[in-house]
């Protein structure tokens, strides 16, 4: 059995801003039952501390460059038998508002400083010097909140094998060089080949740079980043590190999205009564957000952060064309102000065909995955993407851009894919609104030919998106870095 400490930002239910936190909630189960020691460590949001019941100081202990001493306390994930230490450091965490913003959506002022005591907290754990009575044989950290843990480890001997996960590499924690210099962080890190970036500090390049190996969440995003489109200005340093580099896609939490068994749900569905179950939750989706009840029209929804990201602005593209057919549309999401007016004025202007809802909700997010027929994801990159798997199990067709993730998980539906049973979905290129608005004609097209309709939605449901494959993949990289027989540094 490893030690395997997971050194992330977010993990549901504590806390969850999006995908990172449904893989850092989901990945340690899977790997836990395949026999790993895992435990994971947090900052100790508000939010997340007030989320659990049994919350047990467990040592506590002064921090390089911070005033006031740290504790670590102890829990369990919630739902799970996965141990969970939050960073009781009330100054820097015990806030309102999001992880990384305050509550008018600015990011902190003191972020530099929030993720460097975490990091730092994680490397003192790391190296047995906290008396936490259990130390890893492997540190594996994820995006740039944790980017610094694998430059702190770096220089020292023994240490535990690092493993640096990208999910999202348009994030990447850059600061100026004062930060650097406030932090105290050594003085070798300030070099081209570490830490600096174009004369700033990069919180991720710590990850990508010192990381024994260095993954991200599906091989086609591991394979764009490489190059200058997608590399967000570190493609170089991605291609000097091809050799470690592995793209492993993510799995979903079965139980938590299983629409046989989801509380959320008007009418939770199994396989075998897809049908009528699609039915029901559609028509409670129309009631609860006020659109007519038209189980004839296709219902399409996205569920999102409104940012660039996700194409939203391709989506406002393509609305005005789309709703001259016979269509309606949901969307959940919150984020960049422009796109949530605007898209609130869609719903004003479209008060039949389009609802909104600007917020976050996670109970609703369920609802409108069960009770729509196709879900879009625009997506100008996608490392992963987890709501097209969540569409899929749902029996809910996704029409999504062909990249990153998004190209891994979804078949397009053509004559070929059709006929051999392998279509699942709709997937497009190009980065138009007209290239959008023509893929969602062909799903509304598909959509009145019910049989095949059917024939998609069926092949989402059956397929396996559990962390059972990918879980594995993460053992074997473990493998290559601790044998699974060794016993600690
Ligand atoms: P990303 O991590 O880039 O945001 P993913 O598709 O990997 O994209 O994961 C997004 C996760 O966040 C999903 O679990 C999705 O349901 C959830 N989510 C996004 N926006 C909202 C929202 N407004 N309300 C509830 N859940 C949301
Ligand atoms: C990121 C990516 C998303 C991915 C998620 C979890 O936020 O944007 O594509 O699914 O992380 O890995």
């Known amino acids: 059995m ?19 936190g449904d893989v850092c909630g989901s990945l340690p189960q899977a790997l836990l039952k395949l026999g790993e020691d895992v435990r994971i460590l ?89 008396a936490l009575q259990w130390r890893p044989d492997i540190v594996h950290c994820h995006d ?12 020292l001997s023994p240490r535990p094998a690092t493993v640096f996960t990208i999910h999202n590499l348009a994030y990447q924690g850059v600061f100026g060089y004062d930060s650097f210099a406030a932090l105290q962080l050594p003085s070798a890190l300030w070099s081209y080949t570490a830490l600096e970036y174009h004369g700033q500090l990069s919180f991720i390049k710590g990850g990508i740079a010192f990381a024994d190996r260095v993954t991200t969440v599906s091989p086609t995003y591991a394979n764009e980043i490489q190059t200058p489109d997608f590399g967000h200005g570190l493609d170089g340093l991605l291609r000097h590190r091809a050799a470690d580099l592995r793209g492993i896609l993510n799995g979903i939490d079965p139980r938590e999205w299983n629409p046989a068994r989801d509380n959320a749900l008007a009418a939770p569905y199994t396989q075998r009564k897809f049908i009528v179950g699609k039915r029901a939750n559609k028509a409670a989706l129309q009631a609860e957000l006020g659109l007519p009840l038209r189980p004839d029209i296709p219902l399409m929804g996205m569920v999102s952060r409104l940012v660039e990201q996700k194409g939203v ?51 609703l997010a369920h609802r409108i995955i069960a009770g729509i027929d196709m879900f879009v994801m625009p997506s ?4 992963c993407g987890l709501t097209q798997l969540y569409s899929l199990r749902y029996g809910t067709v996704p029409v999504v851009r062909r990249v990153g993730g998004l190209a891994d998980t979804v078949t397009d539906a053509t004559e070929e894919t059709l006929a051999d049973g392998r279509a699942d979905g ?58 699974r027989t060794g016993e600690n540094l």
């Open 2 to 20: 490893r030690r395997i400490l997971f050194v992330t930002s977010e993990a549901h239910p504590l806390i969850k801003t999006g995908g990172l």
């Open 426 to 483: 709709v997937a497009f290129d190009g980065e138009t609104g007209d290239a959008l608005q023509a893929a969602v004609q062909r799903a509304t097209a598909l959509y009145h030919q019910q049989a095949v309709w059917h024939q998609l939605c069926l092949q989402g449901m059956r397929q396996d998106f559990s962390w059972r494959h990918s879980a594995l993949e993460y053992q074997r990289l473990y493998d290559e870095l601790v044998p």
């Open 42 to 130: 947090l900052p100790g949001y508000r939010f997340a501390m007030t989320r659990v019941r049994h919350l047990k100081t467990v040592v506590e202990f002064r921090v390089p460059a911070v005033a006031d001493p740290v504790r670590l306390c102890e829990t369990r994930l919630p739902g799970t038998s996965v141990k969970a230490w939050l960073i009781d450091a009330p100054a820097f965490y015990d806030r309102p508002g999001s992880p990384y913003t305050d509550t008018n959506h600015q990011p902190w002022h003191d972020n530099d400083v929030r993720f460097a005591l975490f990091a730092r907290v994680a490397a003192m754990v790391a190296q047995g010097i906290t």
């Open 313 to 363: 602005d391709l989506l406002l593209q393509a609305l005005p064309g789309l709703l001259k057919q016979p269509l309606q549309v949901v969307v959940l999401g919150t984020g960049q102000a422009y796109f949530e007016q605007a898209l609130s004025s869609m719903a004003k202007h479209y008060p039949t065909q389009v609802a909104v809802v600007i917020g976050y909700d996670e109970a």
């Open 380 to 383: 100008r990159f996608e490392p």
């Open 144 to 155: 740039w909140q944790s980017g610094l843990t694998p430059a702190l480890l770096s220089s």
